[in-house]
């Protein structure tokens, strides 16, 4: 659930009502982005392992390496048609053309360059060399179709309107 609402999130700044916004949400969505996908990745390691204990790490790559072969593989199949759709080939032709690097497209390059990120990017005011080798954004949604096909019934699991609380009404004083 956890996972879930951490996707949800970075979703709702990504939206195309946010459009004029991207770039100053940029960091905290990837922030977003890479704390889902680390919760995502437990959630399947706990699925595969019965319930043991889950890591304790942040490292994207190392968590994906503890996931079954199978489940390796459908991330990588899951990552391969996401490359193949024409709005990442034009975001990455517009890295391209502003950077100058070339950016592989395998999920193996994306993870280790953006293993990190939970901490890294959250630390970024110090550190500005992280920007660029995040191209981990939509691993989530990725994660949660691994997860849902581990666990159909999950996919009906959702997160509706909060129900009030006696005192906490609309900051307008409508209530």
Known sequence: MNAERFRIADRLLRSDQHRDLLVTVASPSMVLSAFASELYFKCIIALETKGKPTPQSHD???????LSLASRKRLEQLWDIAEANPQVTRMRAA??????????????????????????????????????????TDLPEMLRQVVVEMQPLWQFITHGPPKPIP?????DGSE
Not at 60 to 66: G, I, Q, R
């Open 167 to 171: 005192g906490f009404g609309p900051l």
């Open 60 to 66: 994207l790559e190392a968590l994906f390496k503890m």
């Open 95 to 136: 890295l391209l053309a502003t950077t100058g690097d070339m950016i592989p497209t395998d999920l193996a390059w994306s993870l280790k360059n953006g293993r990190s990120a939970f901490v890294r990017l959250r630390y970024i005011h110090e550190d500005d060399g992280m920007g660029s080798s995040f191209m981990l």
